[in-house]
Structures are given as structure tokens and as C-alpha cells.
């Protein structure tokens, strides 16, 4: 008798996708294993010996950890500079995500020219990019824009757009809203340019994941009783909520490997300047570091709040 052939179990459709992830991720993950993983290494040796160039080349004598000790016990500003990055980019990022929500629901509302304006709020990703970038970095007008919060003396203090940030402070003040508080809404109005400038990118996530949203849902929604309110923090939300971790996470990246960012420049100038590459190397080690604890914390914190909808 033979046998009964085993049924061959057919692949989810979430098992699909992976597949098709993976597919499209392996372009990405070959180049870093070719071209980057050499290089990492080569870092990695670089931080942990002190070299010294020769006419031959160069060579290597090990030193151990002497290197992070430099940078985080000698250096004179890198650990100041590194903290004060911390700082900003926790004040822009929960800015640049809570804002590029907003527009995105906007955005995705029924308008004239919906489409025009989906590529005004896209403008910023094209300016910031190759030589656009470069010719806009000596323009005296972006300049004036990027410094429109001013130097804190005793003139007046406008923002961006003229409107005085006193006037702003005085009122959450009359308000009897904490000094904290006043100070991250006062920095958010001061940094407004910023956070338009780096919510491209967002905003045509989160308007892809509002679109895949089916009406049916919100129909229903309403036909329950639920007022607009209701609907965006029961149904827009979580089931955006994997694009909102997606977006953190970018942004987060975004915001410490900008070019305007103070601690690449400070890690180019001691290996290019000061040629001192093993103090460069361990840098930039403990800064990959602080940004990989980081986004740990993020993906941790957003865990309890990420809603993934299984579809079979």
C-alpha cells in the first residue's frame, strides 16, 4: 500500500510578509555585512590601541580602555556636549511625532489640493538632502531662520515667525502652569523651524498607516455613539501605534546622526584635526552606545502600548 502523502501546510500571510521583508532587507543586510562589518571591526581595534602613522602605514600598540577614559573623564566637552544633545532631542522628538500626527490626520482629510499640499510638508526631506543641503547651509536667510530664537538678553525675543516669545511665557506664567512646563513649550515655539524641517518623513508614515484604516471601522464607530474624539485615541491611535514606534525610533536615529549634529563634528575634529583616531574611535563607540541604550528604553516603554492586529 503506499503511503498517504503528508498535506503540505501552506504559509501564513503573516509568514508571507516576513518573507517578503527579508527579501527586501537583503540588499541592506549583504552591504552591511560586506562593507560595513569590516570597517565596525577596524573601529573596534582602533578604539582599544593607540595608533600611530608611519610612512608605511601605521601601527598599533594596545592600551585597553585608556581611550574611553579620555573621552568620558578628560575630554573637556564631549560628555557636556553629549548630555546637552540628550536634552534637545528630548525636547523635539515627542514635538516632531505629536506634530506630524496632526498634520498627517489633517492631511488625510477630504480638501482641494490635498496633494499639493502633502508635497509642501514633504519639501523639507528633499532641502535637507545632498547639495540642496550644502547650498542652503551658506544662505543667510536659513541662517536667520535656524537662530530665530535669538540670544537671551535684554531685547525682545521673537520666534520664527515675529510673534514675541515674552508674550508666550507671560501667558503660560498668568496661568499658573509650572516653570518647567513654560520652558518646554518657550523651547518648542523657539525650535518650531526644527521640527517642521525633520516631520517629512513621519508625516507620509503616518498618513499610509491612516489609509490602510478601513471607513467600515469608524462607521461603525459611530453608528455605537462615539463622537470623533472617541474614535481617534480607541481606533486611530492603536492602530497606529506600530507606526508611532516606527516614527520614535526614526526619529530618534534622525535626530543623533543629523549633520548639524554637535557630536559628529566633535568626533571628526579630534580624528581629523587633532589626529588623535583612537580617542575619535572610543567616541564614537560610546556614542553608538548611548544611542542603542536609548532606543532600548524606547522599545521597552512602547511595548505596553503597541497594538499589532494579526491577519490570517
Do not use: C
Not at 518647567?180 to 508625516?203: E, K, P
Amino acid at each position: 500500500m503506499k503511503k498517504k502523502e503528508k498535506p503540505i501546510k501552506k504559509k501564513s500571510l503573516t509568514q508571507k510578509n516576513g518573507l517578503y521583508g527579508w527579501f527586501f532587507l537583503a540588499p541592506f543586510v549583504v552591504g552591511l555585512i560586506v562593507f560595513y562589518l569590516p570597517v565596525i571591526v577596524e573601529s573596534f581595534r582602533f578604539s582599544v590601541n593607540d595608533l600611530s602613522l608611519s610612512t608605511g602605514g601605521y601601527s598599533l600598540e594596545f592600551v585597553g580602555l585608556k581611550s574611553y577614559r579620555y573621552a568620558l573623564f578628560t575630554h573637556a566637552t564631549f560628555v557636556r556636549d553629549t548630555l546637552s544633545l540628550i536634552g534637545d532631542l528630548l525636547l523635539q522628538s515627542p514635538a516632531i511625532i505629536i506634530f506630524s500626527l496632526f498634520i498627517a490626520v489633517l492631511l488625510n482629510q477630504e480638501m482641494p489640493a490635498r496633494g499639493l499640499f502633502r508635497g509642501i510638508f514633504f519639501l523639507p526631506v528633499i532641502i535637507a538632502t545632498g547639495v540642496v543641503l550644502k547650498a542652503d547651509m551658506s544662505n543667510a536667510m536659513l541662517e536667520s531662520m535656524n537662530n530665530a530664537g535669538g540670544i537671551e538678553t535684554n531685547t525682545t525675543v521673537t520666534a520664527a515667525g515675529g510673534f514675541d516669545i515674552s508674550n508666550i511665557r507671560v501667558m503660560l506664567e498668568n496661568m499658573y502652569i509650572s516653570s518647567g512646563a513654560v520652558d518646554y513649550v518657550v523651547g518648542l515655539v523657539n525650535n518650531i523651524y526644527s521640527v517642521v524641517n525633520y516631520s517629512g518623513v513621519q508625516i507620509i508614515l503616518f498618513l499610509s498607516g491612516l489609509q490602510s484604516i478601513s471607513p467600515a471601522v469608524y462607521e461603525a464607530a459611530k453608528v455605537e455613539g462615539a463622537n470623533g474624539w472617541d474614535s481617534f485615541w480607541k481606533i486611530t491611535v492603536p492602530i497606529l501605534s506600530p507606526i508611532i514606534l516606527v516614527n520614535t525610533v526614526y526619529t530618534v536615529i534622525d535626530g543623533f546622526t543629523r549633520s548639524d549634529n554637535p557630536i559628529m563634528a566633535l568626533i571628526d575634529d579630534v580624528a581629523f584635526n587633532k589626529m588623535n583616531y583612537s580617542a575619535s574611535s572610543a567616541m564614537a563607540w560610546l556614542y553608538l552606545a548611548m544611542v542603542l541604550v536609548i532606543l532600548g528604553g524606547v522599545a521597552l516603554i512602547s511595548r505596553r502600548f503597541t497594538f499589532y492586529q494579526e491577519r490570517d
